[in-house]
């Protein structure tokens, strides 16, 4: 049954029944305290209770934090997740309770940003926030439905077709050349890139011992879609392997991702080269291995594509290269 008491000129609304959490909340008026604590009985009386007690004590930004802590370590770009759940810890949004988080508010929240950055990485945002919300539901008792299910998603932005000409590979690899204070590493990393189609996170997990330089081959453990893989290597990709120093540490390429990244930007700006991101070496390597590897399961074998339909946007061959095949 529900009790009301008058505290500091408002009202507490009490409602107490037996298998259930007590459930508690303060009003303006008695009325409105009277209103909610019937809502609330009726609710049990259906079967339709929901206890927002923790969502409502809940911020956003605490779920972050939480899944920060005890999840986001297990995944495979740990690192990168991390820094980037933390700056959206510290958005206005993630000062919201959960049970306030609104489907408006979100909607608002991607309306900001999408002023302030890329459509696609406002996807990736929304996508990371409907993950977190979905596990809190499940795992810690946040008894809310998933605001960012019900908001409209930017549209996808088109697929990336950068493919690097000979003359920027040139330029580029000149740029990175390790004189000064430049990183020995970021040369050798690009041109291995480039010579296998390897994702940046499967080379700078690649282990000497994990390299066969007579049978010229690089085994990769764990890759992105979650399966082992054996990368065949070219005469230029064990060419560049026998001339690289053997770390300590045993990693062929033994730096961050971000320490890689931050190198690869600034041999950009250097070689003058705009619209360029690290993957699209990859691009750019498997669409030269189209031309040696017309079979494109043998094409997929070494780049590692499951799908023939995410292969196909990798492959960007030009309308002249074809028009040279068809005679």
């Given at each position: 049954?529900?009790?009301?008491?008058?505290?500091?000129?408002?009202?507490?609304?009490?409602?107490?029944?037996?298998?259930?959490?007590?459930?508690?909340?303060?009003?303006?008026?008695?009325a409105d305290a009277e209103r909610w604590a019937r809502a609330v009985e009726s609710s049990i009386d259906k079967g339709q209770f929901v206890d927002i007690n923790e969502a409502q004590r809940t911020t956003l930004g605490d779920v972050i934090a939480r899944y920060v802590t005890?999840?986001?370590?297990?995944?495979?770009?740990?690192?990168a997740d991390t820094i980037r759940l933390n700056a959206l810890k510290r958005r206005p949004i993630a000062a919201w309770s959960m049970a306030n988080l609104s489907a408006a508010r979100i909607a608002a929240f991607r309306d900001e940003r999408l002023k302030q950055v890329s459509a696609g990485t406002v996807i990736r945002e929304l996508a990371y926030l409907s993950a977190i919300i979905n596990h809190a539901r499940r795992e810690w008792g946040i008894n809310v439905p998933n605001?960012?299910?019900?908001?409209?998603?930017?549209?996808?932005?088109?697929?990336?077709?950068?493919?690097?000409?000979?003359?920027?590979?040139?330029?580029?690899?000149?740029?990175?050349?390790?004189?000064?204070?430049?990183?020995?590493?970021?040369?050798?990393?690009?041109?291995?890139?480039?010579?296998?189609?390897?994702?940046?996170?499967?080379?700078?997990?690649?282990?000497?011992?994990?390299?066969?330089?007579?049978?010229?081959?690089a085994f990769l453990p764990d890759t992105k879609n979650g399966d082992s893989r054996t990368v065949p290597l070219s005469?230029?990709?064990?060419?560049?392997?026998?001339?690289?120093?053997?770390?300590?540490?045993?990693?062929?390429?033994?730096?961050?991702?971000?320490?890689?990244?931050?190198?690869?930007?600034?041999?950009?700006?250097?070689?003058?080269?705009?619209?360029?991101?690290?993957?699209?070496?990859?691009?750019?390597?498997?669409?030269?291995?189209?031309?040696?590897?017309?079979n494109v399961i043998e094409l997929a074998a070494v780049s590692g594509h499951k799908s023939l339909m995410v292969l196909k946007r990798y492959y960007r061959p030009t309308a002249m290269e074809l028009a040279q095949k068809l005679g």
């Open positions: 049954m529900a009790s009301f008491r008058q505290r500091g000129g408002k009202w507490q609304a009490r409602v107490l029944r037996d298998g259930y959490p007590d459930q508690a909340k303060t009003f303006e008026s008695r005890e999840v986001t370590p297990s995944m495979k770009s740990a690192e605001p960012v299910q019900m908001v409209r998603k930017p549209s996808s932005p088109p697929a990336r077709a950068r493919v690097l000409s000979d003359e920027e590979i040139s330029k580029l690899l000149h740029a990175l050349e390790p004189t000064g204070r430049r990183s020995h590493w970021t040369k050798p990393a690009v041109q291995l890139a480039l010579a296998t189609a390897m994702r940046r996170g499967e080379l700078l997990s690649l282990r000497w011992e994990h390299v066969d330089l007579l049978a010229r081959t005469s230029s990709a064990v060419k560049i392997l026998m001339e690289l120093p053997r770390h300590i540490g045993g990693f062929v390429i033994p730096v961050t991702a971000f320490t890689l990244d931050a190198a690869f930007k600034r041999g950009l700006a250097r070689a003058g080269l705009d619209d360029l991101r690290f993957h699209d070496l990859r691009r750019t390597a498997i669409t030269r291995m189209a031309v040696k590897l017309p």
